[in-house]
């Protein structure tokens, strides 16, 4: 099973990015997938989950407005598109996947059992 992170970059602030998860190895459709973000020196921390029909998300507060998550099924991917974005939102971002069934998606990291390996957003002043 792999996860593949991807859409970072250089932005700067107010501007917005895209990110990508692409799943591989065996379907995700029924189950609950996230976006964690961290920072140098600080722990991994929440920003946004779906579960497997899209009619539940779940966002940090910091992100809310700002961030929206999305997926297709179909494609076994999740979205994280990001706008307005702002220097604090400097982190490398994670997807990751929750084999547990939810209709409410977690906000624990530990409750998620697979990982991408992050991709780098970087906001400028």
């Known amino acids: 099973v792999q996860l593949q992170a991807s859409g970072g970059g250089l932005v700067q602030a107010g501007g917005s990015l895209r990110l990508s998860c692409a799943a591989s190895g065996r379907t995700f459709s029924s189950n609950p997938m996230g976006w964690f973000r961290q920072a140098p020196g600080k722990e991994r921390e929440f920003v946004a989950a779906?579960?497997?029909?899209?009619?539940?998300?779940n966002y940090a507060d910091f992100v809310k407005g700002r961030f929206t998550i999305s997926r297709d099924n179909a494609e076994n991917t999740v979205y994280l598109q990001m706008n307005s974005l702002k220097p604090e939102d400097t982190a490398v971002y994670y997807c990751a996947v929750d084999l547990t069934i939810r209709s409410i998606p977690s906000q624990r990291p530990s409750t998620y059992d697979y990982w991408g390996q992050g991709t780098l957003v970087t906001v400028s002043s």
């Open positions: 779906i579960n497997w029909s899209a009619g539940s998300t």
